[in-house]
């Protein structure tokens, strides 16, 4: 019988140390809940808590769901964003958020349908991959309100009115910061600008024509390159591309690739040439070498929806451009800061419609 | 377990000792000892490892399990739950299922490559393959009767996915590859063929979505029927998953393909003597288990997908979580499905729609993570525990060299 104790033994041994290991983990996760509780739920830049702050809820009748996807909150980018942009409404209009994050394509329908179920007067998709769900979920819920972000939405043939598509005008933050490339190649005498993207789809090749138009645009004579990571999250695949790019003369690269593409600019980095971001401001990445990052404001995109909706307004298209602030471009590093006022100037010029960015790649 | 398999098992070990130990006589060694009360172990000292975790985030571990038990859906059971509450409950058991579907048989595809003696950590790609033919078949051939669709369907899947995995059976008996090296290229081979296929432009690309990397859309005639619930309701497809892991335990204990897959698996050298055709069975079982992998992809394809995204196929792990589910189940049908459920059901339990929202949402949903992590671990572990409880004189080797005496107590110990 003896025989028969020892396994017990050893796994209490086992489970002992898995409890160790577990112990020393905790700590970390310890401070993290910590951080987010004493952050206050509300303005705050936290990003692990997704509790819904119901606080003080001044008129917290109106409530709001998000659904963000696989990435979840803490991405830096796409879902983050949309997060800060709940947070943003919840703090400024009263409203009353929840979040689900989803954790794969199976809990899209389910986490839309308990949100629509739940009483929420809007109910966000972030992103475009949830558009056949969100459609299912919206027809069977028509008196409920939908947004996603990156999708014509309702705008599209066949689709449920009740959707409204969030759409970034991403060639309009591309072109200003394409611009400030082109004058920064010419000072220097160098030639060559590139960019890495995730993939060939419309929101990152949106990016990079408005960049490639912006950079020839002050730099006629300039040299364009362009390669797809066909990844959003390996950073060794965008730096290794970013580094062949530099190899070939590249002295800046514009990342639009997400996470990714944070390869690219470490890439950038390493080799002291000029990064830009993507999406979010990335300067804090280097403050040195990030160039200015092109913006896609999707916090803003949220937040203009709530706000709309709260104020009777929903529309099948919700357009997101430089006019109204939803794209733009980050802080422009020390390297481009002599060229601040003449981008705002181009900025100023697209807003007045003078200058209208293309949506087509002029290199590949 | 036949006279002749202990007998092949014991014959194997004794010619070539610990070092040479294969797969499946280890299997069978696990399972020959501590049926299921290992697994049982295992999953309950997990609970407890991430019940501590909790606690020491400041929250309470029995509310949380209590919320996951009840976001499983399984309170659904209960006759007590009534009204709405019984309504979500409903709607989470039928997800949980859903889950579960598919992870029965990636993990059956994963069994019985280990019964055989081969690691297949080709679920992946064979169920990514799996997927590309479902939604391509499903998506075309409109008008088709609806049965013959969705049978042509799966049974196309099961093909891409047999073939796929066939491959490396293939390379295996004809030049001794490893298949563990090739079935995890043959996953990316799949993962950039299925990319390229739906890409901007892509052969299988859907024409009316010139902006967005997706295939087409599953004929409504293909879809599965729903059984139960609606939106994203269950189908009929667990009921395939059930039938296919009975198929499994009949063909894996009651026919002859099944008996030289378990002995090529103790010793491919003894079964060569014996007269089986090792390469022959090598490929067949490959065979076998990239068509259950096709199946799986099928089921989720016409259940409720629907459509394929380049980023779905980029961002799946379903195949992996077969190696889990099959390493827990102990290989065997019953085993596999009981994992399956049980992780479908902490896939639903966990996701943060089911938990009130005092608990952090990321840190459920690491619990998830912690808590598979946790069962992997011990699972893949408890061959240790298990050798040093029977089988000391396997691993004694080691010990003999720096504790002779403790080495050869433990062998009396196990006696």
């Known amino acids: ?207 990079i024509a408005g960049f490639q138009a912006g950079v020839k645009a002050s730099d006629p004579s300039a040299k364009l390159l362009n390669a797809y990571s066909q990844d959003f999250v390996a950073q060794d695949k965008c730096k290794e591309l970013a580094l062949n790019q530099i190899q070939a003369g590249a002295k800046v690269v514009f990342q639009v690739a997400g996470a990714c593409g944070l390869g690219a600019i470490s890439a950038a980095v390493q080799n002291k040439d000029q990064a830009i971001g993507v ?52 802080k422009i590093g020390p390297a481009g800061t002599q060229w601040v006022s003449q981008i705002n100037g181009i900025i100023a010029k697209m807003k007045s419609g003078q200058i209208k960015p293309p949506t087509t790649l002029l290199v590949k | 377990m036949s006279l002749l398999e202990d007998e092949l098992q014991s014959e194997a070990e004794e010619a070539k000792g610990a070092a040479a130990l294969s797969p499946a006589s280890l299997t069978a060694f696990r399972r020959g000892i501590s049926g299921i009360t290992v697994p049982i172990l295992t999953t309950v000292i997990a609970f407890i490892a991430g019940g501590l975790i909790v606690l020491a985030t400041g929250h309470n571990p029995l509310s949380t399990y209590s919320s996951i038990f009840n976001g499983t859906g399984l309170n659904w059971l209960f006759p007590w739950v009534s009204g709405a509450e019984r309504a979500t409950a409903a709607g989470n058991l039928q997800q949980t299922l859903l889950n579960a579907t598919p992870l029965i048989l990636v993990g059956l595809a994963v069994a019985f490559a280990f019964r055989a003696g081969m690691f297949n950590i080709g679920g992946q790609g064979q169920y990514t393959v799996g997927w590309i033919v479902a939604v391509w078949v499903g998506s075309s051939f409109h008008g088709m009767p609806s049965l013959l669709h969705i049978a042509f369907a799966i049974v196309a899947a099961a093909a891409a996915g047999g073939a796929w995995a066939g491959i490396a059976g293939v390379l295996k008996a004809t030049t001794g590859a490893n298949e563990v090296i090739s079935t995890i290229m043959l996953n990316w081979i799949a993962i950039w063929v299925g990319v390229y296929c739906f890409q901007l432009g892509g052969p299988l690309h859907n024409p009316h979505m010139p902006s967005t990397p997706v295939s087409s859309n599953v004929v409504s005639g293909a879809k599965l029927p729903v059984i139960w619930g609606s939106l994203q309701g269950l189908d009929v497809g667990i009921f395939i998953s059930l039938a296919l892991a009975v198929v499994f335990g009949l063909v894996i204990n009651r026919t002859r393909l099944g008996y030289e897959a378990r002995t090529v698996g103790f010793n491919p050298e003894a079964a060569d003597y014996a007269g089986m055709n090792v390469g022959r069975t090598w490929i067949r079982v490959m065979v076998i288990c990239g068509a259950f992998a096709g199946v799986a992809a099928s089921l989720d394809m016409l259940g409720w997908k629907f459509n394929l995204f380049t980023n779905d196929i980029l961002v799946s792990q379903i195949g992996f979580y077969g190696i889990a589910v099959a390493l827990l189940g102990r290989n065997t049908a019953g085993g ?80």
């Not at chain 1, 308990?114 to 966000?124: E, F, H, P, S, T």
Request: glycine residues 12%; neutral net charge; charged residues 15%.
């Open chain 1, 1 to 207: 019988m003896t025989g028969r104790i020892r396994p017990v033994g050893l796994l209490a041994l086992a489970a002992a140390l898995v409890l160790g290991i577990a112990a020393c983990g905790s700590s970390s996760s310890t401070t993290t809940s910590t951080t987010t509780g004493s952050g206050g739920a509300a303005a705050s830049s936290s990003t692990t808590s997704a509790s819904s702050t119901t606080g003080s809820s001044s008129g917290g009748g109106f409530k709001v769901g998000l659904v963000t996807d696989i990435g979840g909150l803490n991405d830096h980018g796409f879902n983050h964003l949309s997060y800060q942009g709940l947070l943003q409404a919840e703090s400024q209009l009263g409203v009353k958020g929840t979040v689900l994050q989803s954790q794969s394509g199976a809990d899209y329908v389910p986490n839309l349908t308990r949100l629509a179920q739940a009483g929420n007067k809007l109910v966000i998709a972030v992103g475009f991959l949830m558009a056949a769900p969100l459609e299912q979920v919206a027809t069977k819920y028509p008196n409920v309100h939908f947004a996603i972000i990156d999708s014509p939405g309702g705008a599209a043939p066949d689709t449920a009115k009740n959707i409204e598509g969030i759409d970034f005008a991403e060639q309009e933050a591309g072109y200003p910061a394409g611009y400030l490339t082109g004058l920064y190649l010419k000072a220097h005498n160098y030639t060559t600008a590139s960019t890495v993207g995730g993939q060939s789809i419309p929101p990152v090749d949106l990016y």
């Open chain 1, 279 to 330: 999406d979010a401001d990335q300067s804090y990445l280097s403050p040195t070498y990030v160039l200015t990052s092109a913006e896609k404001k999707v916090d803003t995109g949220v937040f203009t929806a709530i706000k709309n909706l709260q104020a009777g307004q929903f529309s099948s298209n919700l357009q997101e451009d430089i006019t109204n602030g939803g794209v733009g471009i980050g």
């Open chain 2, 336 to 415: 596999t499905v009981a994992a399956a459920l049980l992780w479908g059901a902490l896939l639903t339990g966990t996701s943060s729609r089911n938990f009130n929202l005092s608990i952090d949402p990321t840190l459920v949903q690491y619990l998830t993570f912690m808590i598979e992590g946790i069962i992997v671990l011990l699972v893949s572990t408890d061959v240790i525990t298990l050798r040093l409880l029977k089988g000391g004189r396997r691993i004694g080797l080691t010990f003999r060299r720096r504790r002779p005496d403790d080495a050869t107590a433990t062998e009396a110990g196990a006696k």
